[in-house]
């Protein structure tokens, strides 16, 4: 998601999302595109059988993820893999928000039926936003990649799309470390990590984005983030010890 007026990823300024307290609707967030939990489930199902099949997924602290209740997964992106990766590895379907290029033709319908979410990274879009929002206003979980688009993988620059949700929300964040997938090149498809090589998915402790005290001005946001980083950066840290990577 594109973040506040302030410096964003890279350093390139990014547009501005709704202020957390101005968002169309009260309570309940009425998607605009009909958001399936059994195609998030049909989605995580396939998503074992494809990383266990094709990889040796070495997965941590899954029972972190609380068993129920709304859920923002925040994962590291350094590889074209880290999303199915998650996928097929969390112990509850995911639904991740998308770019929306990858919205096309078949694997464009392949992707709605099991749940995931378009989104357009020019603008604030405010379709994906109040998508999101109902799954997470659902008791759902809901997949971010906070720094926008695939990088280092080091969370060293957050978009602002994170702190919204989980404060407009109020559901806790897990940390998702995935390590691995750019390690090495494979001999058959060169873009991928080499078949039946180890990923590791190491799942963080839940915490809370806000500060305890029910805000959401545009402060408050800029606040959370900060305080997202530092966890999401801790995370990051402690799981590149515990896997050597």
Do not use: C
């Not at 993820?65 to 994962?75: D, F, R």
């Not at 897990?174 to 590791?200: C, Q």
Request: no cysteine.
């Amino acid at each position: 998601m594109r973040g506040h007026p302030h410096r964003g990823e890279a350093g390139h300024q990014v547009t501005a999302l709704p202020l957390p307290g101005r968002h169309p609707s009260s309570r309940r967030f009425a998607p605009q595109r009909p958001v399936s939990e059994r195609g998030a489930e049909i989605g995580r199902r396939i998503g074992v059988g494809l990383m266990y099949g094709l990889w040796k997924p070495r997965v941590l602290g899954a029972w972190r993820v609380p068993a129920s209740g709304p859920v923002i997964l925040a994962v590291n992106h350094s590889h074209n893999i880290d999303g199915p990766m998650v996928m097929g590895t969390a112990p509850r379907g995911t639904h991740f928000l998308i770019k929306k290029e990858a919205f096309v033709g078949p694997l464009g319908r392949f992707l709605e039926g099991i749940g995931q979410l378009k989104v357009d990274r020019a603008v604030a879009d405010r379709t994906a936003i109040t998508d999101a929002l109902a799954v997470l206003d659902q008791g759902g979980v809901l997949g971010i990649f906070p720094e926008g688009t695939r990088g280092d993988g080091d969370f060293a620059s957050l978009r602002a799309g994170l702190a919204y949700f989980a404060v407009r929300s109020g559901a806790p964040i897990v940390p998702v470390a995935v390590l691995g997938s750019t390690e090495s090149r494979g001999r058959l498809i060169k873009g991928l990590p080499p078949l039946r090589s180890r990923v590791d998915v190491v799942f963080g402790d839940a915490f809370e984005a806000g500060d305890g005290s029910g805000r959401r001005t545009r402060k408050a946001l800029d606040e959370a983030t900060v305080r997202i980083q530092d966890r999401l950066t801790g995370h990051l840290e402690n799981a590149r010890r515990l896997t050597g990577r």
